[in-house]
C-alpha cells in the first residue's frame, strides 16, 4: 500500500479529565495510519486505550497532544466536521445508545435527514443498508422493541446509510450472538471487498485474524504490529498483554506439542484442517497406500 | 434431579398485547433448574431468552403458566417480591447501567444497605462480594465508580448482586465486552461460586466457548420456545440441532465438523480445545 493514508494519527496523548487537578492519561504518543481499502484491527484489553483511539478517528475525542487528519482534514477543525464524519462512520458496543427514533426506517434514515438527501435516494439507501444486515422485514417495528443484536444491527444499517468510506467498529460486534456476529461480519468483508476501509476494534481474535493487520495496545501505547499471522504466533507476549490467540492456534500448537510436523502458526479453521489434510495425505503416500 | 429450586412451566408472555405491535416472546416454556446447577440459556437474538429470565426475579409477572423458584410463586398477586429478590440476583447485559453511587463501596453496599441490614453487616457483606468477584475491598471500595475500565464495572455490578446473598444468580451475557483475560477470570469467578458457594447459577450467553466451559446443561431456545436441552456434549455433538436453531458452535467444535464433512473419523462432542487438539493428534497418528 504505497498511497496515501485515509487516516493520519500524529504522536496522539490524551488524558479524561476526572476535575480540575486530576487526569487520568490513556494515550501516549501515539502513532497510526490506515490507508484506504484495509482491514485493520484494533485489540487490547479492557483499559488499553484502543477504544479511545478509535474515537479519535472521526473526531469524537480530539488529541490533547498530536493531530489526527481524515484526508487532510485535521480533526480540529470544528467546522469540517461534518466532512469527517461522512468519510468515517462509526459504530459502537451498546446499541441502545445509538438508536434515536420510535421506527427501524425512521432511526437508520436519521443521519440522511440531517444532512438532506433527497427522498429517493434516501429510501434508496435505507433499502440498501437493511437489506446489508438483514433487517429488512424490521423496518416498520420499533426498535426498543427488538433484541440487543437486531438493535445493534440496526445502529450499522445507519451507518452503512451514511455510505462512509471507512467504518470504525468499537466492539460492535461484542453484543451480538454468534449468528448474529458471522452476518455482520460477512456484511463487513463484503463492504471490505468493495472497497470500503475497515477498523475493527474486537476482543474476538478470531476477527482480529480475518484482518490485513493488527495493532495491539496497551497502557496506552502501541505494543505490537504486524500481520495476524505475526501477532497471533507470540502467545507468550499475548498473555502478558491479557489477550489470547484464536482458537485454531491454540489447537494448532497442543497438536504440535504432540505432533512436531504439524504447524503451529496456523489462525485459520480451515487452515488447521488443511493441515490436517497435508499430514495424513503424506502418510498415506509414504505406507504406498 | 434432586429437588428443582426453579420450575417454570408453561410459560408464555406476549409484548403489547392486543395493540397491532403485539409480539409473542414466549411460548410455552418449561425448563427446570436443580439447586447448584449451572445452567446456559441460548439461542439466537430475539429468542425469548432474556425474557424468560427477567420472570425469574419477577421483573415480569407470568401472564400464562407458572414460574416457581425455591417455593415463591412468581405468578401470586400477593408475590413479596423483596423476598423473591433476595433469592434471585439478576447482573443485568450492560450492568454498567446499574452503577449509580460514587464510589465502588457504597454501589456495592447500596442493595443490603436498602434492605434495613445492620451497618455492621453491610460492610462484611460488601467485603465479602468485592473479593469473591476479585477486587481489593481495601484498594477499591473509595475508588470512583466513573474510572474504572470495562472488565471492572463489570465485577463491581456483579459484587452488588451478591452481596445480597442471592442463592440463584441470573447473569445476561456475562462476558459480553470483556478483554480475554477479563473473561477468563470472571467466568472462574462464576465456576467458583457454583462449585464452593453452592450458588444456583443461570446464564445467557452466545459465547459457545463460555457455555463449553462453564454450563452442566443447556437449554436452546428458538423462536420464544425452549426446543431442546441437553449437556453440551449433547447440544454441539449434533449437528441437526446447531442447524435448525441457528446455534453457533464453538470454534473446536467447528473445527471437529469441517473434518468429519471431509470424512475423518472424529468425535464431535469433544467441544474443548484440549480435547479437539487430542482428536487431531490421534487422527495424523492413526
Avoid at chain 1, 85 to 105: K, L
Avoid at chain 2, 38 to 59: D, M, V
Avoid at chain 2, 73 to 87: E, F, G, N, T
Wanted: charged content about 25%.
Amino acid at each position: 500500500m504505497t498511497n496515501e493514508p485515509l487516516i493520519r494519527v500524529e504522536n496522539v496523548s490524551f488524558s479524561y479529565q476526572v476535575n480540575q487537578e486530576q487526569h487520568i492519561p490513556v494515550l501516549h504518543g501515539v502513532s497510526l495510519e490506515v490507508y484506504p481499502g484495509e482491514h485493520l484491527a484494533i485489540i487490547g484489553h479492557n483499559g488499553s486505550g484502543k477504544s479511545t483511539i478509535s474515537k479519535h478517528l472521526n473526531g469524537i475525542l480530539t488529541p490533547r497532544e498530536g493531530d489526527v487528519w481524515v484526508n487532510g482534514i485535521n480533526t480540529r477543525d470544528k467546522k469540517r466536521m461534518h466532512e469527517i464524519r461522512s468519510q468515517v462512520g462509526m459504530v459502537f458496543q451498546h446499541p441502545d445508545n445509538q438508536i434515536v427514533a420510535t421506527i427501524v426506517e425512521e432511526d437508520v434514515a436519521f443521519g440522511l435527514e440531517n444532512i438532506g438527501v433527497p427522498p429517493e435516494e434516501m429510501k434508496q439507501r435505507v433499502d440498501f443498508a437493511l437489506e446489508a444486515v438483514g433487517m429488512s422485514a424490521f423496518r416498520h417495528r420499533p426498535p426498543h422493541h427488538l433484541s440487543g443484536g437486531q438493535k445493534q444491527r440496526i445502529a450499522i444499517a445507519g451507518v452503512l446509510a451514511m455510505k462512509p468510506r471507512c467504518l470504525v467498529m468499537d466492539e460492535a460486534t461484542s453484543m451480538l450472538d454468534s449468528c448474529g456476529r458471522q452476518e455482520i461480519l460477512a456484511v463487513v468483508r463484503r463492504l471490505h471487498r468493495e472497497g470500503m476501509t475497515i477498523v475493527n476494534v474486537t476482543h474476538h481474535m478470531s476477527e482480529a485474524a480475518a484482518a490485513d493487520r493488527v495493532i495491539v495496545m496497551e497502557g496506552g501505547r502501541i505494543a505490537l504490529e504486524g500481520t495476524p499471522r505475526d501477532v497471533f504466533a507470540q502467545h507468550e507476549r499475548l498473555r502478558e498483554l491479557h489477550l489470547d490467540v484464536p482458537d485454531a492456534s491454540r489447537i494448532a500448537a497442543w497438536v504440535h506439542r504432540e505432533v512436531p510436523a504439524f504447524s503451529p502458526a496456523l489462525i485459520h479453521n480451515e487452515e488447521v484442517v488443511a493441515e490436517v489434510n497435508r499430514l495424513t495425505i503424506k502418510r498415506a503416500e509414504a505406507s504406498g497406500s | 434431579m434432586s429437588q428443582p429450586i426453579i420450575e417454570v412451566r408453561n410459560l408464555s408472555h406476549v409484548y403489547m398485547q392486543n395493540t397491532p405491535l403485539e409480539h409473542r416472546a414466549l411460548t410455552d416454556v418449561t425448563m427446570q433448574v436443580a439447586a447448584g446447577e449451572c445452567i446456559a440459556i441460548i439461542g439466537h437474538t430475539g429468542s425469548g431468552k432474556s425474557t424468560l429470565i427477567q420472570h425469574l426475579n419477577g421483573l415480569i409477572r407470568p401472564q400464562s403458566g407458572t414460574v416457581i423458584v425455591n417455593g415463591l410463586d412468581v405468578s401470586h398477586p400477593k408475590l413479596d417480591v423483596k423476598a423473591l429478590r433476595r433469592q434471585v440476583g439478576l447482573v443485568f447485559q450492560n450492568p454498567e447501567d446499574q452503577i449509580f453511587e460514587k464510589l465502588v463501596g457504597d454501589d456495592v453496599a447500596y442493595g443490603p444497605f436498602k434492605m434495613g441490614l445492620p451497618l455492621e453487616e453491610v460492610r462484611r457483606r460488601v467485603q465479602w462480594a468485592m473479593e469473591l468477584v476479585g477486587l481489593s475491598f481495601q484498594e477499591m471500595k473509595d475508588r470512583p465508580t466513573f474510572a474504572l475500565s470495562g472488565g471492572q464495572k463489570r465485577k463491581v455490578a456483579l459484587a452488588g448482586v451478591l452481596a445480597l446473598a442471592p442463592k440463584v444468580l441470573v447473569l445476561d451475557e456475562p462476558t459480553a465486552g470483556l478483554d480475554p483475560r477479563s473473561r477468563s477470570e470472571l467466568l472462574e469467578r462464576i465456576r467458583r461460586l457454583n462449585r464452593e458457594e453452592g450458588l444456583t447459577v443461570i446464564f445467557v450467553s452466545h459465547n459457545m466457548e463460555e457455555v463449553a466451559r462453564l454450563a452442566d446443561r443447556v437449554y436452546v431456545m428458538a423462536d420464544g420456545r425452549a426446543v431442546c436441552e441437553g449437556t453440551p456434549r449433547d447440544i454441539f455433538g449434533s449437528q441437526e440441532i446447531l442447524r435448525a436453531h441457528r446455534i453457533g458452535t464453538p470454534e473446536s467444535v467447528d473445527i471437529l465438523y469441517r473434518l468429519r464433512d471431509q470424512g475423518y473419523p472424529v468425535d464431535v462432542g469433544a467441544y474443548r480445545v484440549e480435547e479437539a487438539a487430542d482428536q487431531i493428534v490421534t487422527l495424523i497418528r492413526q
